[in-house]
């Protein structure tokens, strides 16, 4: 429900928001980067790895960054960061978007056109938790499927496939999501994306992947982020997640299709001036980031593996690859949301992602005594 200015007066929203809400004042402090974040006072925030702040050396890029207006094409950071996006993946450009959302939307909006539908997996960020501007902007249906643990299979894919018929809507896209975040950050293996892209391709399908942790991925796997996207038509992914930089998600593709992309992105307000000062930590966070990310992957198996030995809690740690661990808590008598506020009561942060399921995300502002002591507290919370 919205009061009479729109705003969201439903008990869901407001309490939502709350559980979000800023870190408050007095916890900033104990919250100074990789000094207090983990300590028996301080706070263990493991919501999300979005949180993650910019560190030293990137607030020292940005300082010192050269900038110029990038909507006249003319800031040399930024410049630099495409090129190297789009060098690293493979692809002939890349543009720097201000956020994942917007990335995805203009990877749609170029793929599709009104009245067509997208094929995304049920529990992706683009049907779930992009506001459905697939619809409300680009004028699309999502068409969903199910994998199993996130991950499509061709056979789940076809059946959705609108025949080629001028009164049905068309199948117009193919939208992947590696790894999968609401499944626990579930790893697609890259023989099942190329024999999607091909099947895709085939049927006149695009294919975007939505690769907001795709580097989370390519370290699980061994493999590097150009050979896992070779054969998608756009990929995005995000700079400001597990890679640490303040803002920002990349785009890349063909040259016509960032051509198009960079259309979009004014369109849709996305065109920013010194952006440079972001795009320098974006260039730290591509080139050095991935290479601490199994830290982060070592951090979430230890998790896992002693979220898997409390009884109350329900989890397979042998599919935990990546940064992200989801499980059950229906055992403990509480909700997701109640186990989340119990555990926020004694410094852990967590993420209920359903009326059940609890979120976890390592990322480089928790080290190994934060996941630890956040063991600890789980343990206490489920009567362990
Ligand atoms: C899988 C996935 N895609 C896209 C996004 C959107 O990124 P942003 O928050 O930068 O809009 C997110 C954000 O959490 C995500 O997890």
């Known amino acids: 429900m919205r009061d009479e200015e729109g705003a969201f007066t439903d008990p869901i929203y ?4 709350r559980r979000n809400e800023v870190t408050p004042p007095e916890a900033q402090s104990e919250m100074k980067r990789g000094m207090a974040a983990h300590s028996p006072e301080g706070i263990v925030d493991l919501r999300s790895d979005t949180i993650t702040r910019p560190t030293a050396e990137m607030r020292r ?12 094409g003319e800031d040399p950071t930024v410049n630099r960061l495409e090129e190297r996006a789009a060098e690293i993946f493979g692809k002939e450009g890349a543009l720097f978007v201000p956020t994942g959302c917007m990335g995805n939307l203009i990877a749609i909006k170029i793929w599709t056109h009104h009245g067509d539908e997208v094929i995304c997996e049920e529990r992706s960020h683009v049907n779930l938790y992009e506001l459905a501007s697939m619809s409300a902007i680009a004028g699309c249906m999502p068409r969903v499927a199910r994998g199993e643990d996130g991950i499509l299979s061709w056979p789940a894919i076809e059946a959705v496939i609108r025949p080629k018929i001028y009164y049905d809507s068309q199948s117009a896209l193919l939208c992947l999501e590696n790894t999968s975040n609401m499944t626990g950050g579930i790893v697609y293996p890259t023989k099942v994306v190329e024999e999607l892209c091909g099947r895709a391709h085939e049927a006149g399908l695009k294919v975007h992947l939505d690769g907001a942790r795709i580097f989370n991925a390519a370290v699980a796997l061994g493999e590097s982020v150009a050979q896992m996207t070779r054969r998608v038509d756009s990929v995005m992914f995000c700079l400001s997640k597990g890679l640490g930089a303040p803002v920002g998600s990349m785009l890349a593709g063909s040259r016509a299709f960032i ?25 730290i966070a591509i080139e050095k980031s991935p290479l601490r990310l199994h830290e982060d992957h070592a951090n979430a198996k230890l998790l896992a593996q002693g979220i898997a030995e409390i009884p109350r809690l329900e989890l397979d740690p042998a599919k935990v690859r990546t940064n992200i661990i989801i499980f059950g808590c229906a055992k403990t008598g509480m909700t997701a949301v109640e186990f989340c506020e119990a555990l926020k009561a004694q410094g852990v942060w967590a993420q209920d992602t359903a009326q059940y399921s609890v979120r976890l995300v390592t990322h480089c502002d928790v080290d190994r005594a934060g996941c630890q002591r956040a063991l600890g507290v789980l343990r206490t919370v489920a009567g362990a």
């Open 14 to 17: 407001i309490s939502r928001e």
């Open 61 to 72: 890029a940005m300082s010192a960054a050269e900038v110029g207006d990038d909507v006249y």
């Open 259 to 283: 051509e198009k992309a960079r259309v979009y992105r004014k369109m849709f307000g996305g065109g920013m001036r010194q952006a440079g000062i972001l795009a320098a930590a974006g260039l």
